[in-house]
T-cell receptor, first 114, second 113 residues
Framework: AQSVTQPDIHITVSEGASLELRCNYSYGATPYLFWYVQSPGQGLQLLLK??????LVQGIKGFEAEFKRSQSSFNLRKPSVHWSDAAEYFCAVVSGGATNKLIFGTGTLLAVQP | ETGVTQSPTHLIKTRGQQVTLRCSSQ?????VSWYQQALGQGPQFIFQ???????GRGNFPPRFSGLQFPNYSSELNVNALELDDSALYLC????????????FGPGTRLTVT
């Protein structure tokens, strides 16, 4: 069965520091992968997506992610974190089948220190 | 272009009661999916509606039911509420059945006491 693992429940970085959030997936074929961000009490905002092609994808707010098939990973990165990036981040994979439902990881909560 | 909207924003119910949550899909989208996000968890798929028919269902009991209307808006109904039903309920719409990209609404926060 498809699954997504986000090994880091909580990460704290200093403002201006670089960031990498880890995501590992389990999926038999080429996956469709997403990163979403959720601010407190809010819905999900799409940061970026990977469907095929270039394995380094650019998203909004200066985020990027790299798809590595050999490692079954889709890690999210940002070179310089801003205080407004504090939020919860979710990695998701499309399940396939009739619904193409999203399967989410448990999320990584990012705190940004001044 | 109007995005996905949900109502109400917040709701408090008592155990055993019934609740209806509403979702208006993004313009031009005929498929709606519902997800439950418990505190500290990622969203979990409840079911999907395509052209007024249930298209697929996750691991949720039958007391979770839904409807989709001709204008593609949707309702999520939960009967016999339990404390564990307390969660953020997210609606997502997509252009069609099988479309991989889904657009999420802001969610409805349900608290069951």
């Amino acid at each position: 069965a498809q699954s997504v693992t986000q090994p880091d429940i909580h990460i704290t970085v200093s403002e201006g520091a670089s960031l990498e959030l880890r995501c590992n997936y389990s999926y038999g074929a080429t996956p469709y992968l997403f990163w979403y961000v959720q601010s407190p009490g809010q819905g999900l905002q799409l940061l970026l997506k990977y469907f095929s092609g270039d394995t380094l994808v650019q998203g909004i707010k200066g985020f990027e992610a790299e798809f590595k098939r050999s490692q079954s990973s889709f890690n999210l990165r940002k070179p310089s974190v801003h205080w407004s990036d504090a939020a919860e981040y979710f990695c998701a994979v499309v399940s396939g089948g009739a619904t193409n439902k999203l399967i989410f990881g448990t999320g990584t909560l990012l705190a940004v220190q001044p | 272009e109007t995005g996905v909207t949900q109502s109400p924003t917040h709701l408090i119910k008592t155990r055993g009661q019934q609740v209806t949550l509403r979702c208006s899909s993004q313009s031009g989208h005929n498929t709606v999916s519902w997800y439950q996000q418990a505190l500290g968890q990622g969203p979990q798929f409840i079911f999907q509606y395509y052209r007024e028919e249930e298209n697929g269902r996750g691991n949720f009991p039958p007391r979770f039911s839904g409807l989709q209307f001709p204008n593609y808006s949707s309702e999520l109904n939960v009967n016999a509420l339990e404390l564990d039903d307390s969660a953020l309920y997210l609606c997502a719409s997509s252009l069609g059945q099988g479309e991989v990209e889904q657009y999420f609404g802001p969610g409805t926060r349900l608290t069951v006491t």
